[in-house]
């Protein structure tokens, strides 16, 4: 028999809004502190420099500003988890867009600054019923928050890889809905019961076909952090890479998770 159908996974949106704010904060904090040396190295996204970068991580908050400005669709046609495979399709035209702005943009420090302060005003008096016209179909501005702690820990993490020292902090609020909607992300393209997916102090969900468990310790767990999980879901690091430093934990014989890895590019 098929799992039972769970109830998505909620958040608190006034928490949610305070990540957002609070990770893209710790963004610009080390923006301030880069040299145009540093601002020019690559990254591991392949053709990107560091500042294109940092350009990209400010379209995560000003993209809903640009939304809202939008006409509300009438009614919601999208869920969340609808929005990974959806930003997959559209890669090369918000490559584009990262270049574009880049060289718009030379302050990068005052252009971050100008979305910081649009942001804030711009969501103050918004419900998060509102609904926004996304790339995935119309989602509310509670869920589409959550997609935007992905974007900016999945950056930072990107921007700590690039500038050696660099070490931006991440906010504890948005670190766990990022982790969380990987893993629920996890548990939607490969449903089932058979395997246990940890990731504390955040997340842990049940994914694969095969024979559920019904007490005790599952016969399939794999077990991570946070950061190594996104790494994994986002394909920064591979499967056999993370076992093999022992950055990852697998037991059972559904417990190798690459074949579905990444979720998100």
């Given amino acids: 028999m098929p799992p039972a159908r769970k109830r998505p996974r909620t958040y608190d949106p006034a928490k949610i809004r305070a990540a957002v704010l609070a990770q893209f904060g710790h963004v610009r904090d080390a923006v301030r502190t880069l040299t145009p040396e540093q601002l020019a190295l690559p990254t591991r996204l392949g053709h990107w420099t560091v500042r294109e970068l940092v350009a990209h991580t400010g379209m995560a908050p000003a993209a809903v500003v640009?939304?809202?400005d939008e006409p509300?669709?009438?009614r919601q046609d999208a869920a969340l988890l609808d929005w990974l495979p959806a930003i997959a399709d559209a890669a090369d035209d918000i490559a584009d867009t990262a270049r574009l702005r880049?060289?718009?943009h030379t302050d990068l420090d005052s252009h971050l600054a100008d979305i910081e302060r649009e942001f804030t005003a711009r969501i103050a008096d918004e419900p998060g019923s509102r609904l926004l016209p996304t790339s995935?179909?119309?989602l509310t501005l509670a869920d589409y928050l959550v997609t935007r702690t992905v974007e900016l820990v999945v950056h930072t993490d990107d921007l700590n890889a690039a500038v050696p020292g660099l070490d931006i902090p991440y906010d504890r609020q948005a670190l766990a809905a990022c982790t969380r909607l990987l893993a629920d992300?996890?548990?939607a393209k490969a449903p089932g019961g058979s395997t246990?997916?940890?990731i504390p102090p955040y997340a842990v969900v049940q994914c694969v076909e095969g024979p559920r468990h019904t007490r005790g310790t599952p016969p399939n767990v794999v077990e991570t952090d946070p950061?190594?999980?996104i790494r994994l879901a986002t394909g920064r690091v591979e499967w056999k890479h993370a076992v093999h430093d022992a950055k990852v934990s697998a037991s059972g014989e559904r417990a190798d998770l690459g074949p579905l890895l990444p979720?998100?590019?």
């Fill in 72 to 74: 509300e669709p009438a």
């Fill in 102 to 104: 880049a060289e718009q």
């Fill in 66 to 68: 640009r939304l809202l």
């Fill in 263 to 265: 979720l998100l590019r």
């Fill in 136 to 138: 995935a179909g119309a």
């Fill in 227 to 229: 950061l190594t999980w």
């Fill in 185 to 187: 992300a996890l548990a």
């Fill in 196 to 198: 246990e997916v940890r």
